[in-house]
């Protein structure tokens, strides 16, 4: 009898698992989340181009994460820029886009530019920020989505963003199809006790929070580098694709 036999996949080179040597691609790794990823890719032996709007705030990460980063100012809600930042960059072998600056709000409070902003900064700025990628993306190798867990579980009245969050995971199931042997998922956290939020009035953060504790199975917000072991497990999983993984503490179940 023919033995079955399971065809190595296109990680194979070293194993998808395998990071060293790598290029990692963190779009908004100057801050957060996609900075926690930064220590960790680069701690498994990658290296890390890291972008954003800000020269100064890339520089520091950079710097702090050693000679294994570089990094290179872009606006993802500008094609010209996404352009020029990929043209700078050899290969690109895993991505992943957590930049993103939006407005928040009910629907008849919001006016229609707010209302559209997470469609045009986190929805469009990951698609044109894979389109750019694209031609430089390694076979074997994979793309993050930042979406959120609002998709499946609103926090309040925010219908545009709540839509922009499921329209993302969409987007991941789509260009899986596209781009295989890519790999594409994405990854839907809950709020994050981190770097977004410090930033943000301490009475929507406090108020934000409490909710979270409340409404959480885990009774508690996630720390960023929860989120960030998540996007290098999708980096490295070489079976998973078109995926949502939800690091949401339970929060989608009550
Ligand atoms: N933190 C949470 O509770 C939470 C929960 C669910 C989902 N998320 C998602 O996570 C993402 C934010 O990541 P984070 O929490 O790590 O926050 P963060 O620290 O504020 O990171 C965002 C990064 O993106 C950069 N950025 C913003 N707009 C940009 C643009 N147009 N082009 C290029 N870079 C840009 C920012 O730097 P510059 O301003 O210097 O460009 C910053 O470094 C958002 O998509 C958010 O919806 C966050």
Known sequence: MAQATTAPGPGARG???DLRGRTVVLIGGGSGIGLRVA???????????LGGRTAARLESAAAELGEAATWRTVDTRDTDSLAAFFDGVERVDHLFTSAASYRVGPMRELSDEDAASPFDSKFWGQYHAVRAAAPKLARDGSVVLMSGAASAR?????????ACNAAIEGLGRGLAVELAPVRVNAVAPGTVDGHLWANRPAADRDAAFAQYRRDALLGRPAAEDEIAQAVV????????????????GGYTLR
Not at 39 to 49: I, K
Request: avoid cysteine; glycine fraction near 12%.
């Open 15 to 17: 194993g998808a698992e």
């Open 154 to 162: 609103p926090a309040g009245p925010a219908p545009a963003y709540v």
């Open 233 to 248: 497990f999708l980096f490295t999983n070489g079976f998973t694709t078109g995926s949502t993984l939800y690091t949401d």
């Open 39 to 49: 220590r960790r890719v680069v701690d498994a032996g990658a290296r890390v181009v």
